[in-house]
């Protein structure tokens, strides 16, 4: 097998900017279909663009709309952490959670930790609580 060095460094570094290549055209393409400012037809005409002149469609995307780009990739992940925090404030808070069988547990074991139950009581309530 003969292949020196160089080629080997070539192959590999060809292969990384086509990775990044697809990566880059599949990023344009979800910020062009998640933009809820764009109407349809902006849409299909970007479209059009990317799939005709691919790489200068994704330079000029980058150009015209980069900063749009960010500005809406920060927006969704403060809107995704934001209820993300509601969810676990939420299940923190046991709104609801009383109400069920997990949530009923979790009262009886701190009944038990508290003191408030004894060992024998706390086993009757949950066999009584799982058997329903």
Do not use: C
């Amino acid at each position: 097998m003969n292949y020196p060095l160089l080629n080997i460094f070539l192959t590999t570094m060809w292969i990384f900017l086509w990775v990044l290549w697809i990566f880059l055209l599949v990023r344009v393409f979800m910020d062009l279909f998640r933009d809820r400012d764009l109407s349809g037809w902006a849409k299909a005409g970007w479209s059009v663009f990317l799939i005709v002149l691919p790489f200068l469609g994704v330079f000029v995307y980058m150009i015209a709309r980069g900063r749009g780009m960010a500005e809406r990739q920060v927006k969704e992940a403060e809107e995704a952490e934001s209820q993300f925090r509601a969810y676990v404030r939420e299940a923190a808070h046991g709104d609801g959670a009383g109400d069920t069988t997990a949530g009923q547990l979790a009262r009886l074991v701190d009944l038990k930790d508290h003191g408030d139950l004894t060992e024998e009581e706390y086993q009757q309530a949950k066999s009584k609580l799982l058997a329903a």
